[in-house]
Every structure is written in C-alpha cells, then in structure tokens.
C-alpha cells in the first residue's frame, strides 16, 4: 500500500501518517456514505418546504419574517467557521503543534456557537411575531428543516467538545486523527447544507 | 388520577391500558383474545428468562451473544428475532382469515378495532421485524465470508443496528400488553393518524417502532456497503462477486437512500402529533399528499430491498444444486442494477387514485412494467441454470422452484395493476392484498427460508432435517395458494381489504377456502420449529464439521461449520468467479498454510445493547408521555456513544498457536472424512466433504 494512493475523498492523511492512512481508508468512506444519507433528508426536507411555501393560510409570510442582515452575518460566521476548521485539519496534518490544533477548533466552536446564538435570537423574534409552526403549514415545514440543520450544528459543537477533550487525553492517535477527519466532513457539509438554507429559505423568501 | 406526582411520572397510562383489565370489565370475545395475546408475551417472556435462569445461561449469553459484535452470531441474532416475529404476525394473518371467513352477515368474534390492529401489527411486523431482520440477518452471516473477510466495517455499528432493531420489535411486543396498537395500517396514512382521528397511544407506537427499525436499517446499509467496497479478500473484483453479494451491495444501496425518506415521514407526522405542527393535518395548510409521497419513495425501493436478497440466495442455491455455474452472470448483475435504479421511478404506482393527472399516471405505470424486463431476464437465467445440470431437489431447491413459479404469477397480476385505469378497479380491494402477497411470499420468504436451509449447515455444522424440511414446504406452498389465490377473486368481485365483517353471502366458499390456507401455512411454521426441534436432536448422525456440504462454489464453504471466530486462518486470494470450486479441481484445498499468524479481532462491546436497551425505554416515554424516561433515555444514549468514542482497549488478539490448533483439528477431520458423490448429500454420510468430479 503505498502513500500516494487515495483512500478518500477529502483531506487526506497520505506519507504524513501511513498507518492512520490506511486504517482511515473505510472509516472516511462509511461517513461519506452516512452524510450522503443525511443529505437525502435534507432534500426531502426541502422538497417538502417547496410544496408547502404557498400554505400560510392568512398568516406571517416569508417576506414578513426573513431578515437579510442577521441571516448574512450567520452566514458569514459559518463560512468562517469551515474555514478555521480547514486550517485545524491542516494543523493535524502537518503536525503542528498540539496547541494550534486546539486553537483553530476552539475558534470554529465559538463561531458555531455565535451562529447558533443568532439562529436562536432569529426564532426567537419569529415566535414573538405569531410565526410559529402551529400556525400553518409554511410554518411548519420552516420549522422542520431550518431548525434540524441548527441541532446538526449543536451535535457538531458537542462534538468539536468532546474531540477537543480527546486531542488532550489520548493525544493524536489514530483514532483521534480518524474522527477528526469525520468531524471535519461533518462540519464542512453543514456549510453546505447553510449555503442551500441561504439561497432557498431566504434569499428566495425575501425576493417574493 | 389528579393533578401531581402521578401523571408526571406515569403520562398518560391508565389502568384501562392493561388488556387484562380491559378484558375483565367487558368480557368480550375480541377483549379476550387481546388479553389472550398479552398474556401469551408475559408467559412466554418469564419462561423464557426462568429456562435462562434455571440453565444459569444469564453470563454466556451476555458475553458470548448479546455484546457480541462477531458478524456471524449478529446475524443469527437477527434471524432468531425473525423468527420470533414472524410466530405472532403469521397467527394475526390466521385471526384475520378466520374473523372474515366467520363474519358473513356475522360480526364475528373479533371487534373492529382490535381487527384493524391485527392487520396493522400483521403489515409492521412482516415488513419491519420479519423480512427485514431475516435478510439482514442472512446477509450479515454469510456476505463477510463470501468475500473473504473477517468481519464487517464497523463490527460495533452492527451491533448498534441489531439492538435497535430488536427494540423498535419489543416495542411493538410491549403494544400487545401495555395500551394497543395502531389502526392506521401498516403504512400509517395521516390524516387518519393524525391526533385528530387517532388520540391514542397506537399511532405513537407505530411511528416510534417503525423509526427505529429504519434507523436501523440505515447503519446497516452503510455498514454492508462499505464492507463489500473496501473489504473484499484479495482478487475479488466487483465481477467476480458471488450474485448473492451483488444483491447484498444493491439492497444496502436502496437501505442507504431509500430509508431516509420513512425516517422524515414519521418524524414530521411525529411532529404533527407531539408539537402540533400541520403537515398532514386537514386543517391549515397540512397536506396528507406528502406523505403519500414520502412515504412511497421509501416504500417501494423497501420492496427491491427485500426481494433482491432473496434472488441472490435463489442465484446461489440454484447453482450449488445443478452443479452448474450461473448462467448469464453479467446479465444477472446488470438486471439486479437496473430494478435498483428502476425501483426509485415507480412510487406513485401506490397511489394512481389519489388525484395526479392522468400523464403523470402513464409514466408511472410504464416505469412499472419496465422492471418486469430486468426481472423477467433473472427467470430465464436461473431456468437456463439448470438446463442439462445435474439437478437435486433438496429443500432450498424445492422453494426455489416454488418461487419461480409463483413469482412469476405474482408478477403478472403486478403487470395488470401498473395500468392505471384497471388499478381504479381494483384499488384498496383484496386484489392488491392477493398481488403483493403472491410477490413477498415467493420472493421473499420463500428465499429466506432456502438460504436458511442452505447455510444452516455452515452456520450450525449439521444439516437440517430433510423430511420435516418438505412437509414444510408443503404447507408454505399449497397454504399459500389456498389462502391467496381466492383473494384474487374476492378482491376482483369487489371485496374491500382490511374488511371486519363481510355482508356478500356469495363470498363465503372463497373466504372458507382461504381460511384453510391460512391454517396450513400456521402448520408450515410449526413443521418448522418442530424441523429445527429433529434437527437439534439428530445432529449428531447429520455433522458436516468438514465444511462443505453441498460442494459449494464459493469461499463460505472453503472453511470449517460452524466457521472459527476469525472466520479465515490466512485471507484469502481469489482468481476466479468460483473460487472454492476450481481450487478443489486444481489442487488441495485443505491442505495447511505454510505459517499462521496472529489474528487481531474486535473486542465485545456493551454499546449495542446499551443503546438498543435506552432506545426501547425513551421510544416508551414518548408513546406514553412520561417525559422524563425520553429524556433520560436520550441523553444517556449521547453519553454512551461519546463513551464509546473514549473506549481505546478496542481489540483482542487470538494467537498464531490457538489458530494453529483450532485449523488442524478441522484439517484432520477433513482429512478423515469420506469424500461423498452428490447422490449421498442428504443422507448421514455426508460429512462435509464433497467428491470433486471434473
């Protein structure tokens, strides 16, 4: 097996750590397939807030709920986010010192953290206008996908907790390096799934 | 009960929830064979648990079954539960058969209600926690070792799997003596299920089994699929697969994309019913259209999901008892990819009445028949198979020919309810009834139970029982065209499915007819255990520790039965579609490995029945609102998974000399047994060693 052969798609550990390399070889697959099984629910999700996008029965539109301001600075922190997250993966890779790896996942948790702050406050402020999923049917499809992407982004954080705690316990073992990488997917395909809420949910809620 | 510390902790349970209580205060017939059926989980689960105890078994099981993350036992685990399962949904098909067959201008001795949960745990259960469990846990036991392998991917991942499918089926058990069940079928429509219609504790324990059955099946999926792509033994290329892996990658693609969609159905009806949310409401802009689709965009991929094991086991079978490779390999791979794709394409085939426009319809019903051509193409392979072989009639040949005979049928009534205007006839009669038992019972059961047949040897290293093996296909065949052949006619004459009482008097000879069957089939079940019961005792005249019974062509059959633990001493290398059967021709097949060496192995883990233990106990808060158990349970399934993932002690090593010992025990009982021609495979001198002809 040599180290230049791709075992993944995605950042890849290659003649930096042959072993975890090829260990990672099924663990980074088997997540790939997970989180193509979680995008199909997230397609459905969509599909459903498509059909259901007309059934406001009389109450709060999107044109009445969505803000550009709050919904862009979320989006900015989340794109950021990735961003220091890549530049932990990268940390990790090149075996940069223990204390960098630590700092860049610190950031990405404060960010996600400010993300899911602001998303919250978002709700918060919709529920005070009478725009909650009791209400129609509009309502509750939002309420179905915008918040399930929300607690992806919590189990994330959790996540980026508990590995944090790993990096110091166990150090950078094979496993920590595994799922670090797993946790670096994860991260990476929220963003994608914000940038589709983005476009979707918002940007075509307030154009109407 | 008042306000307080009760209702807090009890939800919404009352003592009007037991069967037992509600039977005593109106003694009805239908109370009764409820509390009946309560009492019969309660027995039989304190029998149980006394026989463990009185057999001080409680250790061996937990360490050696239950923690197990070994392949092979998950997979029996799986079967077993199967077997279980299919005990009580195929005595509610009887009670269902015989409350018709007595309810002629009668009610009968079964109330509607408690009729329609019959066929609503009947449908849930064959689907969820029979069919499912039995090819999963088919394919668990012998994928791995057709490929060469020594376990799955994630061994602990199929742990976790097996446990939530057993806790979504204790669920469904618990309905039986705790509250009832749903009445919304087996597909649950909404509005009906909606708290509207459907206030009770049914529905939700309908929707909290079902979502963790199809979470479960979603790992599973993952686990199989990653397996077969990244595990494969050295030389085993994509086409040289046996076909039953084929079917194994193409049902765990469907698992993996076509479960989400039951997973979002009952989670937005969950959230309709919990936090008042209006998908499928009636009122408020719900729209009961998205589930139907939801719905179906998982249901009928779940069809391709259970029938295409099957056809692999029917790939295998055939070819062992002709003696003869698969005819048509590559178009058999091709016709299995096709019906993957194709099975994505027809869900609205379910529906044609429920209001798309007619061109919308067309394309649907096209897509339909189009899968007849890739299924159509399977049949001729398999005939084409036995053409001038050297065919045995053994019992999985027998259901195999049974199969072919009888799916086909099956199929051409399918043929007849793709067109949508002959669909309006005959929808929601016991037509479809008739048409989807035809396709599930043939190309499903009937190829779980050959693959039972044909593996058990390997897995349990005795035969089983021929005589009781045909008088059990027997009552599966002729029952089966008892029962279901008159629901053709009924359901053609207009009968409405999921009737309680019947007011035709000219239906009653068709419905006594199907009774019959109904009753044979029950007796196939028993001929069954009783089957298993001989072959347990008469196993040790029927031994084939030597490994290869049926002189078998691929790798599972290269290794002792039962197989060792690491399933292969040395992995190994392949060069052809027939590994197993061109090395025995081309040199010693048993002859001992140059060295052995350490194995390295997973180590048992708790995680799986932890998590299938406060799955079970969480889903239960949530039917019953007692908040604080679905609480609880959620957060201490996070804290065990996050546990798990500071677990380092991960592994167990068996060592080169206890390989060493365990092969050259096999290696001298091969070499002392009696090599023996196909004509002496079902008698006692079978002892797993097959006379290699060229």
Redesign the interface.
């Known amino acids: 097996m040599s180290a230049d052969e791709v075992r993944q798609a995605g950042l890849e550990l290659g003649r930096n750590d042959l072993l975890t390399h090829e260990q990672a070889g099924s663990a980074i697959f088997g997540f790939w397939v997970f989180l193509m099984s979680d995008a199909v629910i997230f397609a459905l999700l969509f599909a459903t807030y498509g059909v259901m996008l007309p059934a406001t029965v009389g109450g709060p539109t999107p044109a009445d709920e969505y803000k550009l301001v709050p919904t862009l600075i979320e989006t900015v922190l989340l794109l950021t986010s990735s961003f220091t997250f890549g530049l932990a993966s990268v940390a990790m890779k090149h075996g940069a010192s223990r204390r960098q790896l630590l700092g860049w996942l610190g950031v990405t948790l404060i960010l996600g953290i400010g993300f899911l702050g602001m998303e919250l406050h978002d709700f918060m402020i919709m529920f005070s206008d009478g725009a909650v999923p009791s209400r129609s049917g509009y309502l509750s499809s939002f309420f179905a996908l915008v918040p399930l992407h929300g607690l992806h982004v919590f189990f994330g954080s959790v996540w980026i907790v508990v590995m944090m705690v790993q990096v110091l316990t166990f150090g950078l073992d094979a496993r920590v390096k595994v799922n670090l990488q797993r946790l670096g997917l994860f991260w990476h395909f929220l963003d994608v799934v914000w940038i589709a809420i983005f476009s979707v949910v918002y940007l075509q809620g307030m154009i109407q | 009960m008042t306000d307080g510390i009760l209702p807090a902790v009890l939800g919404r349970f009352e003592w009007q929830s037991l069967p037992f209580v509600r039977a005593w205060e109106h003694p009805n017939a239908s109370e009764i064979v409820g509390a009946g059926a309560g009492a019969v989980v309660i027995i039989g689960a304190i029998l149980v648990a006394a026989l463990i105890t009185r057999l001080g078994k409680w250790r061996y099981l937990w360490s050696e079954w239950f923690t197990s993350v070994d392949h092979k036992k998950i997979g029996i685990m799986y079967i077993v539960l199967a077997f279980v399962m299919l005990s009580r949904a195929l005595i509610e098909g009887v009670l269902m058969r015989m409350q018709q067959a007595t309810a002629v201008n009668s009610p009968g001795f079964i109330a509607p209600d408690h009729f329609a949960q019959l066929f609503s745990t009947h449908g849930t259960i064959m689907i969820f926690f029979m069919a499912m469990p039995f090819l999963t846990g088919l394919i668990n036991y012998v994928m791995p070792l057709q490929i060469g392998s020594r376990d799955v991917?994630?061994p602990v991942l199929n742990s976790v799997s097996l446990w939530l499918t057993a806790a979504a089926a204790a669920l469904v058990m618990a309905s039986l003596v705790v509250g009832r069940f749903s009445t919304g079928g087996w597909s649950g429509y909404p509005p009906y299920t909606e708290l509207a219609f459907s206030p009770g504790v049914g529905t939700d324990y309908w929707i909290w089994a079902v979502t963790l059955g199809s979470v479960g099946s979603?790992l599973t999926?993952?686990?199989f699929?990653?397996?077969i792509?990244?595990?494969r033994c050295a030389g085993m290329r994509l086409m040289r697969m046996p076909l039953f892996v084929w079917t194994a990658l193409c049902t765990s693609i469907l698992m993996?994309?076509a479960?989400?969609?039951l997973?979002?159905a009952t989670?937005?009806l969950a959230?309709?019913r919990y936090?008042?949310?209006?998908?499928f409401t009636n009122d408020?802009?719900?729209?009961m259209m998205?589930y139907a689709n939801?719905f179906w965009?998982f249901g009928h991929p779940e069809v391709y999901i259970l029938i295409l094991p099957a056809f692999g086991v029917f790939s295998e079978v055939v070819s062992t008892f002709s003696s003869k490779q698969l005819y048509g390999y590559t178009s058999l791979v091709i016709a299995t990819a096709v019906i993957t794709v194709l099975s994505f394409t027809v869900w609205v085939h379910h529906f044609f009445t429920m209001g798309q426009a007619a061109d919308i319809n067309a394309a649907f019903g096209i897509a339909t028949m189009a899968i007849g051509v890739p299924t159509g193409v399977k049949i001729y392979d398999w005939i084409w198979t036995m053409f001038l072989g050297r065919v045995r009639f053994t019992v999985p040949m027998l259901f195999s020919l049974a199969f072919m005979m009888t799916f086909v049928l099956g199929g051409f009534t399918g043929i007849l309810l793709a067109f949508p205007p002959l669909d309006y006839l005959a929808h929601n009669t016991l037509f479809l009834v008739a048409h989807f038992h035809n396709m599930l019972i043939p190309g499903l059961l009937y190829g779980m139970l050959a693959g039972y047949h044909y593996w058990f040897p390997k897995a349990f290293g005795f035969r089983l029982d021929e005589k009781w093996g045909r008088i059990s296909f027997g009552c599966w065949v002729l029952g089966f065209y008892l029962a279901f052949m008159p629901l053709y006619v009924l359901g053609a004459s207009g009968m409405a499915r999921r009737t309680q009482a019947v007011f035709e008097p000219s239906f009653r000879p068709w419905l006594y007819v199907a009774g019959i069957g109904a009753l044979l089939l029950a007796g196939a079940l028993a001929s069954l255990f009783v089957q298993l019961w001989v072959s347990v005792r008469d196993r040790k005249a029927n031994r084939v520790f030597a490994g290869d019974p049926w002189d078998g062509r691929g790798l599972e059959w290269s290794i002792s039965a039962p197989p060792p633990e690491y399933n292969f001493a040395v992995l190994p290398q392949v060069n052809s579609r027939h590994p197993f059967h061109d090395g025995k021709r081309q040199d010693d097949p048993y002859a001992p490995p140059r060295a052995y060496e350490d194995i390295t192995l997973p180590r048992n883990s708790m995680t799986g029945p932890a998590i299938g233990i406060l799955a079970a106990a969480a889903a239960f808060g949530l039917v019953w609102h007692m908040w604080w158990l679905a609480i609880i349970g959620a957060l201490a399934i996070?804290a065990v998974v996050?546990a798990r993932?500071?677990a380092?002690d991960v592994e167990h090593t068996i060592s080169a000399d206890e390989v060493q010992r365990t092969e050259q025990r096999w290696l001298r009982a091969a070499a002392n047994a009696a090599p023996i021609p196909r004509e002496l495979e079902m008698t006692s001198a079978n002892q797993g060693l097959a006379e290699v002809s060229a």
């Open positions: 991917a994630f979603t999926g993952i686990n699929a990653v397996t792509y990244k595990m993996i994309f479960m989400p969609p997973t979002v989670a937005l959230l309709d936090l008042d949310f209006h998908f408020l802009g719900g729209n998205n939801l965009l996070s996050i993932s500071f380092r």
